[in-house]
């Protein structure tokens, strides 16, 4: 089996001073720098998905909050796929590149896990990928739903919960760094 990770939505709206500021996003971006340099040091394919929005609040086209955020900057080899809705199979050429690549495993994180994480891991598991997510690699934001409002570490919490096992194995970085050199 051929693995990839792919990196969804790390742009800079997500961030401190951006327009949609998750819960921690550091964390996140700490631990997905951590696997980006273990798959370039394995020369494996690393995938990011950038998101532009139409019409939207964040992710504007020609700003500096939808770009990928400078501290996991793309190298010109590394494949980068701009999509609009969240599932990054949807209208994008992900699939295409994936089976271009004999990919059949995926390692996933990114941003936000609530949204575009849990839409595209449900989709790649569809297409009969195998599938892992770094649940430290991943970061959301509160939400409210009829007056309630759900604390940001809950809502990754139910999240990892649901698709654990079912969809992907969700794993820690550092579990993943570990234990895929002690196998």
Same mark, same amino acid.
């Given at each position: 089996?051929?693995?990839? =990770? $792919?990196?969804?939505?790390? /742009?800079?709206?997500?961030?401190?001073?951006?327009?949609?500021? $998750?819960?921690?996003?550091? %964390?996140? =971006?700490?631990?997905?720098?951590?696997?980006?340099?273990?798959?370039?040091?394995?020369? =494996?394919?690393?995938?990011?998905?950038? &998101?532009?929005? !139409?019409?939207?609040?964040?992710?504007?086209?020609?700003?500096d909050?939808? /770009?990928? &955020?400078?501290?996991?900057?793309?190298?010109?080899?590394?494949? %980068? !796929? %701009?999509?609009?809705?969240?599932?990054?199979? +949807?209208?994008?050429?992900?699939?295409?590149?994936?089976?271009?690549?004999?990919?059949?495993? $995926?390692?996933?994180?990114?941003?936000?896990?609530?949204?575009?994480?849990?839409?595209?891991?449900?989709?790649?598991?569809?297409?009969?990928?195998?599938?892992?997510?770094?649940?430290?690699?991943?970061?959301t934001?509160?939400?409210?739903w009829?007056?309630d409002?759900?604390?940001?570490?809950?809502?990754?919490?139910?999240?990892?919960?649901? $698709?654990?096992?079912?969809?992907?194995? %969700?794993i820690?970085?550092?579990? +993943?760094?570990?234990?895929?050199?002690?196998?």
């Amino acid at each position: 089996m051929k693995k990839a =990770l $792919l990196i969804i939505d790390v /742009q800079n709206d997500y961030f401190p001073n951006g327009k949609c500021q $998750l819960y921690k996003p550091e %964390v996140a =971006l700490n631990a997905i720098k951590d696997l980006l340099k273990d798959f370039r040091k394995q020369d =494996l394919p690393v995938i990011y998905i950038r &998101h532009e929005s !139409i019409n939207g609040t964040f992710f504007n086209p020609n700003t500096d909050g939808v /770009q990928i &955020h400078n501290d996991i900057k793309p190298l010109d080899t590394e494949t %980068v !796929i %701009v999509k609009h809705y969240p599932n990054n199979f +949807y209208e994008t050429n992900l699939q295409n590149k994936l089976v271009e690549n004999g990919v059949t495993e $995926l390692v996933v994180c990114g941003m936000m896990t609530h949204m575009c994480i849990d839409t595209t891991i449900r989709a790649a598991k569809d297409y009969g990928y195998k599938l892992t997510l770094i649940s430290d690699g991943c970061a959301t934001k509160e939400l409210e739903w009829n007056g309630d409002y759900i604390p940001a570490d809950t809502v990754q919490s139910i999240f990892m919960a649901s $698709l654990n096992q079912k969809f992907a194995n %969700v794993i820690t970085s550092t579990d +993943y760094l570990f234990y895929q050199y002690d196998l």
